[in-house]
């Protein structure tokens, strides 16, 4: 390891021996200070105009934008939602500590996430909808999601492999798959990863374009869609087995997000969080990406293009790359114990089973 990363980490484990962050109750919630939490992380926050928002800086870098009571926030260039809205109580800041915990954390230091998940070698790819079940379809087209959600799917697959990946596929023809079975194979597998791939849709607004990125929630954390008017809380109180990695699906919603938005250039629509069944039952972190509106006018053309489809599982590649890039810089054997300080989850928040490094002849 080179002395400049190993002195950050020094620096950074001085920070972590520091009093928790000052915390409030609201709605039922522990928060924390923004100011106190990010301070844990060698950051700060700095003040902007309007005043009802606020700017973490990593030295001089903006990183994140949060707004007084919204969930909408704004990290690295990224449009995330978090869990629970952040609020401003007589100038400071004040977050949810699940969502500093698993949203914000993992996204600004990964390297602190805790015990990492094993190096991804294994890798689910499920290709959504199948056989009866069409998914979404575009009206003037006449063409239907379960189709591209395969083809993304099975050029990801060749991808993968040609990295030196081994592709578990959910499906591999025009068969409907129950959402439990989907997840039960990978877990049969001891996949390291899953990814499943839909397309989006909005009728009868066919303008809107963009990437649409969605997670399991946390415990006690609800649906994004659960807080538009008129829905209820949708907060569960059990855990999921995918709630054991709660660090690293933030981890893996974030690369894939960028690489896609990086790749299509289209609109940003955020990370989101669903209780989805196909992700619930997961022993690995799991995400679920949505790369395009196939009710879209335009987006539905391009996704007509072979070219398109191989741009987005293209992209999905290098977010899986990425990813693994980040597992393999927090895992022990790159990281010495005695300068790997992680922020440990509390009971609140996400929990982060330890979990065996496989030695992986991979990529
Ligand atoms: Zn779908």
């Known amino acids: 390891m080179r002395p400049a990363p190993l002195l950050l980490l020094f620096v950074l484990a001085a920070c972590l021996v520091r009093a928790e962050p000052a915390s409030i109750r609201y709605n039922g919630l522990e928060y924390v ?16 105009i309007p005043p009802s928002t606020v700017m973490v800086k990593d030295g001089a870098q903006p990183v994140a934008r949060f707004a007084d009571q919204s969930r909408e926030t704004d990290v690295k260039g990224l449009r995330v939602f978090f869990g629970d809205p952040v609020v401003d109580r007589g100038g400071t800041f004040y977050l949810s500590r699940t969502d500093f915990e698993a949203h ?50 099975l050029r990801l697959k060749r991808l993968l492999e040609a990295a030196g990946y081994v592709v578990v596929m959910t499906r591999e023809t025009d068969v ?13 597998a001891r996949a390291d990863l899953f ?13 809107t374009t963009g990437v649409e990125i969605l997670s399991f929630p946390p415990r006690s954390q609800r649906s994004t869609n659960s807080w538009s008017p008129g829905e209820k809380d ?13 660090r690293w699906n933030t981890v893996l919603s974030g690369v894939m997000h960028r690489r896609l938005l990086d790749a299509l250039k289209t609109g940003d629509r955020g990370e989101k969080f669903e ?17 395009a509106f196939l009710s879209s006018e335009s987006e539905s053309v391009r996704l007509a293009t072979a070219a398109y489809r191989d ?50 002849p991979g990529p």
């Open 104 to 153: 914000l954390l993992p996204r600004l230091r990964p390297e602190l996430c805790g015990a990492p998940p094993r190096v991804p070698h294994v890798i689910a790819v499920d290709p959504g909808h199948g056989g009866l079940d069409h998914g979404t379809e575009n009206r003037a087209l006449g063409t239907m999601e379960k189709t591209y959600t395969l083809d993304v799917a």
């Open 234 to 246: 949708d907060s569960e109180s059990r855990e999921a087995p995918i709630n054991d990695f709660n």
């Open 311 to 360: 741009t987005i599982a293209s992209a999905i590649l290098s977010g899986i790359q990425d990813y693994a890039e980040l597992v393999r810089r927090a895992s022990p054997a790159s990281v010495a114990p005695a300068a790997a300080p992680s922020v440990p989850p509390s009971a609140t928040g996400a929990p982060v089973r330890s979990q065996p490094t496989r030695p992986s």
């Open 195 to 207: 990814v499943s791939i839909h397309f989006n849709s909005l009728y009868p607004n066919t303008k």
């Open 275 to 291: 209780h989805l069944g196909v992700l619930r039952m997961l022993k690995c972190p799991g995400v679920l990406v949505e790369p």
């Open 33 to 48: 200070s923004l100011d106190d939490s990010v301070a844990r992380l060698g950051m700060r926050v700095e003040r902007s």
């Open 176 to 188: 409907d798959v129950a959402k439990q079975i989907r997840s039960e194979i990978a877990n049969q």
